[in-house]
């Protein structure tokens, strides 16, 4: 079974920015079975999905609330997929949730989802305020 162990967060200004790691680790783990993401969660709102990437089939997906400020990437060799956040603003506020689907595109793991076969990291806090 994968394990998803998530850090880099804390508190940051508006304006500055943050890189959330998550390390992915499984016996016989390959980046290429999976689509992986980030969601969010805020206080007293709904869970969001933020951004995914899939090399299962070459995409990638962007909330809009965080085109054009957020860049996710992975790297196969550490087993680690990266959430680049820059120019945060206070409402980016939340607790970020690595998540990862089995043989799923970007699409399928942000947008239309197959919760059954998730599988959820424990959380990191984001906390932007001056």
């Known amino acids: 079974e994968i394990h998803l162990a998530e850090s880099g967060g804390g508190l940051v200004q508006p304006g500055g920015s943050l890189r959330l790691s998550c390390l992915a680790s499984?016996?016989?783990?390959?980046?290429?079975?999976?689509?992986l993401g980030w969601f969010r969660q805020a206080p007293g709102k709904e869970q969001e999905a933020v951004s995914c990437i899939s090399t299962y089939d070459g995409t990638n997906y962007y909330a809009d609330s965080v085109k054009g400020r957020f860049t996710i990437s992975n790297d196969n060799a550490k087993n680690t997929v990266y959430l680049q956040m820059n120019n945060l603003r206070p409402e980016d506020t939340a607790v970020y949730y690595c998540?990862?689907?089995?043989?799923?595109?970007?699409?399928?793991?942000?947008?239309?989802?197959?919760?059954?076969?998730?599988?959820w990291g424990q959380g990191t806090l984001v906390n932007v305020s001056a």
């Open positions: 998540v990862a689907l089995p043989e799923g595109s970007s699409f399928t793991l942000c947008v239309s989802r197959y919760k059954a076969l998730e599988v």
């Open positions: 499984a016996s016989g783990f390959h980046f290429d079975d999976y689509a």
